[in-house]
C-alpha cells in the first residue's frame, strides 16, 4: 500500500451540523482512504469546538497535527490503542525539519487527545490521569511529566501534565525582531516578486502588520466599512493625530482599537478604490450575478474572495525567505511591540519632565500594562522580555521625549525610507553598470 493510498485527509462540516440548536460549520473530521470517518478523533474535534468553545481556525490546527500523526499510524498499521512512548519517539524523529517548537505543539495536540480519550473511555490504560485513572494499578504506555510553568497550552495542562517526551525548546537564542533595515528588505521581496496585481495589498500587509500590531486574522477581517473616508483621513493628517479603528474579529473575541497613522489609511483607501475595486470587476465579469463583492478590504487574486488565513502565512513566509531576513510572519507583531515600548516610555518620560518637582520615576508596570491594553494582550506576563529592551532604552537616552503620535509617525518614515532605498538598490542591480559616454574630439 502506497502513501497516497492510505493516506486520510481532513473533511469540514457545514451549517447543517446543528448541535442544541445551534449551527456548527467548519469543523474539522478526519477521514481515511474509505472516505470513513474515523470515529475517535471526530468525537474528540467536536468535542473541543462544541463544549469546549474551540474556534474553528484554532480546531483546523489541532486537525492538523492529528492528521500528521494519524497518517504515521496508518502507515505502521497501528490502532488507536497501542500508541506508546516508542511510537510517537519515533513520530517526532520523523519530523527532523521541523523546528523544535512545532514539534512540541504536535505532541501538546495528540498527548491531550489522549487524555480526553482515555477520561471519556476510548482507550484504557494508556496514559495515567491525576484524579481520573491515578487510582488504578497498570504501567501507561504514554509516559507524563508535571507542567512546572513554561509556555504551554492551557488545555495541555488541563490534569496539570504534559507528554514526558514534550521536546523542550531552548530559551538562550531569542526570536529575532525584525528592524527599519529589515522591514526595507520585505517590501523589496514584494516588489521583486514580479507581480504587480497583488504588490500594492502586500506591501499593506506588511505595513499593517508593523504600524498596528495586528494579527493575520484582525488584517484580513478588516472591512471597507472599518476604514475611514477621505474627508477623516485628511482631518487626522491635518492634526496630526492617528485613527481608531475598531477590532472585532481579535483572537479571544475581545474588541479592541487600534491606531493607524492617515498616510496607512490613505494608501488603504486607494487601494479599495483602485486594485481592489479592478478585482472585484474581474470578478463580476467572470461570474456574474454569482459574484457577490466581499465586505472584506483585502482579497485573493485567485477567489476573489477574502484571503484565507494559511494563505497569508504563506505569503509571509515566502516574503521572509526571499528577502533573508531571519524569523516569520508573526515577528513583525514584535517589532511594533519593541517600538510602542519605546513609544510609550518616551511619552512618560517627558510627562515626568513636565513635572520636575514630583520627583517621579517611569513606572515600567504602568508602561507594560498601557502596552498590553493597546496590543490587545491579555497576558501581560508574554510581554515582560520587552521590560530588559525598554530599560535599556531609557538608558541610552539622555532625556526629553515626543508625542506617541509623532513617534509612530517617524518609525513609519524610517520603514518608508528603507523601502526605497532598498527598490532603489535593486533597480541599480538590474540596470546593471553605467558606461560613461566617451566625448569625440574635433580634429
Known sequence: MSKADSACRLAFTDERFVFAGRSYPEVPMLVDAQHRFVEPVCDYLRWRVVYGRLKPTSARTYAEALLHFWNFMVLRRSEVDEVDDELLLEWLNSQSPVDVSTQAARLDAVFEMYLWLESEGYVR?????????????????????????GPYR??????????????????TRPLPTPGTDDIGRLHAAVDAAGNPDVADRNHLLLDWYVQTGVRRKEWRSLTVEQIPGWAAIDAARDALHVSEVLLTETKGDRPRHVGVLPELLERTREYIEGPRAELVRRFRRKYGAAYREPEEVFLSNKTGGPMDLKAISNLLAGLFERSGVDGHGHRLRATYLTRLFEAELMLERSRIAAHPESKLRVDFELVLRRVAERAGQR????????????????????????????????????????????????LRAEAGPVSTPTRSVPD
Open 125 to 149: 490504560q494508556v496514559v495515567r490521569i491525576p484524579g481520573v485513572n491515578d487510582d488504578e494499578p497498570f504501567r501507561p504506555r504514554l509516559s507524563s511529566r508535571p507542567v512546572r510553568g
Open 379 to 426: 497576558n501581560i506576563d508574554s510581554l515582560r522580555p520587552y521590560l530588559a529592551l525598554a530599560r535599556k532604552f531609557v538608558a541610552r537616552q539622555p532625556g526629553g521625549g515626543e508625542l506617541l503620535t509623532v513617534q509612530q509617525l517617524l518609525d513609519a518614515k524610517q520603514d518608508e525610507l528603507a523601502r526605497l532605498e532598498a527598490r532603489a538598490e535593486r
Open 154 to 171: 492551557r488545555a495541555a495542562s488541563r490534569y496539570g501534565i504534559v507528554s514526558a517526551l514534550r521536546p523542550r525548546p531552548s530559551s
